[in-house]
T-cell receptor, first 109, second 111 residues
Framework: KQEVTQIPAALSVPEGENLVLNCSFT??????LQWFRQDPGKGLTSLLL?????REQTSGRLNASLDKSSGRSTLYIAASQPGDSATYLC????????FGKGTRLHILP | NAGVTQTPKFRVLKTGQSMTLLCAQD?????MYWYRQDPGMGLRLIHY???????AKGEVPDGYNVSRLKKQNFLLGLESAAPSQTSVYFC??????????FGPGTRLLVL
């Protein structure tokens, strides 16, 4: 059974720092992996989608990597800003879609 | 484009009552999904649909039914609500294997 883990559960960093969020999964036979952002009381906003054949995707200050063989993905956020404060979730798709429980990020002004 | 919309935004039910949550999307997506989000449990897939007239069970389907009579709509039904179904419900849609777009959520409280 696929399990998706995100560590740490919460993270606080000063504004301007670069940071990495981690996502690991137990079964490497996935179709894709997606990173989302969720603001309190809101729905999820897609950030990046990495297909299984891809190694990374970039959008602005965000870069997501995928290493299927080791069952890991990272989301790199460059030059963090207070507006980046949110919960970040990863989700893998095999025959189902399984979400991690998220990392709650707080950027300190 | 409105994207993905959900109706209602908030609802309070008594145990045993029934209700239907409506999800609508205007992006012509084939796939639609219903999730529930609970503290400490994360997001879990209830049911999904890969096209008009089709539905399939997700991770936690018990106590829920769904219908996809029109491509743009995906309905989630609770026939006899239980307190364990208190949650925030999210609908999403996507093209096959592509980015999922989420609605704003429905907060359901079952007393």
């Amino acid at each position: 059974k696929q399990e998706v883990t995100q560590i740490p559960a919460a993270l606080s960093v000063p504004e301007g720092e670069n940071l990495v969020l981690n996502c690991s999964f137990t079964d490497s036979a996935i179709y894709n992996l997606q990173w989302f952002r969720q603001d309190p009381g809101k729905g999820l906003t897609s950030l990046l989608l990495i297909q299984s054949s891809q190694r990374e995707q970039t959008s602005g200050r965000l870069n997501a990597s995928l290493d299927k063989s080791s069952g890991r993905s990272t989301l790199y956020i460059a030059a963090s800003q207070p507006g980046d404060s949110a919960t970040y979730l990863c989700a893998v798709k095999d025959d189902k879609i399984i979400f991690g429980k998220g990392t709650r990020l707080h950027i300190l002004p | 484009n409105a994207g993905v919309t959900q109706t209602p935004k908030f609802r309070v039910l008594k145990t045993g009552q029934s209700m239907t949550l409506l999800c609508a999307q205007d992006m012509n997506h084939e796939y639609m999904y219903w999730y529930r989000q609970d503290p400490g449990m994360g997001l879990r897939l209830i049911h999904y649909s890969v096209g008009e007239g089709t539905t399939a069970k997700g991770e936690v389907p018990d106590g829920y039914n769904v219908s996809r009579l029109k491509k743009q709509n995906f309905l989630l039904g609770l026939e006899s609500a239980a307190p364990s179904q208190t949650s925030v419900y999210f609908c999403a849609s996507s093209y096959p294997w592509e980015t999922q777009y989420f609605g704003p959520g429905t907060r359901l409280l079952v007393l």
